[in-house]
């Protein structure tokens, strides 16, 4: 018995790192860039390909490795801009690494899907795969000031 509480002992006092939650990159704000989408061919209101639409993700909360995010973009000149609410994580043997899954309130427009990607460098490099209506791009956003 007191073996087996030596061992646990010792686990416990050797956590890893990653259970920290501490350490992870504040990403508190709102980031900005722009980017392509491609669409597929029986997409009700875009044709193939998008260029120049605008993005702003609103990082509104923090804690931790677990933040949540408002992903709005614009079509390039235009001035309506499109709500999507989601979550995120970041990876946590990679901090470096995050991915993002949100919902789209308006399907027509919007797609419910996920992003993954990688802050170097203090700008957001993210991949999105739209599972629900098979859209799919990749940006660069900066943190405005």
Do not use: C
């Not at 609103?58 to 408002?70: E, M, P, R, S, Y």
């Not at 801009?81 to 979550?87: A, I, K, R, S, Y």
Request: glycine content about 10%.
């Amino acid at each position: 018995m007191l073996r087996s509480t030596v061992v646990l002992f010792l686990f416990l006092v050797h956590i890893p790192a990653f259970a920290q939650t501490e350490d992870f990159p504040d990403v508190i704000g709102v980031w900005a860039g722009s980017y392509n989408v491609a669409f597929p061919e029986d997409h009700s209101h875009f044709s193939s390909e998008i260029k120049g639409v605008q993005m702003e993700l609103h990082i509104t909360h923090q804690d931790g490795n677990l933040f949540w995010a408002q992903n709005r973009w614009s079509l390039d000149g235009h001035t309506d801009w499109h709500v999507e609410n989601g979550t995120g994580t970041f990876d946590l043997l990679d901090r470096s690494s995050l991915s993002i899954v949100e919902t789209s309130p308006d399907p027509e427009y919007g797609s419910t899907g996920y992003f993954l990607g990688k802050l170097v460098d203090g700008k957001l490099y993210l991949s999105y795969l739209g599972s629900g209506r098979g859209i799919s791009f990749a940006t660069v956003l900066q943190r405005k000031p």
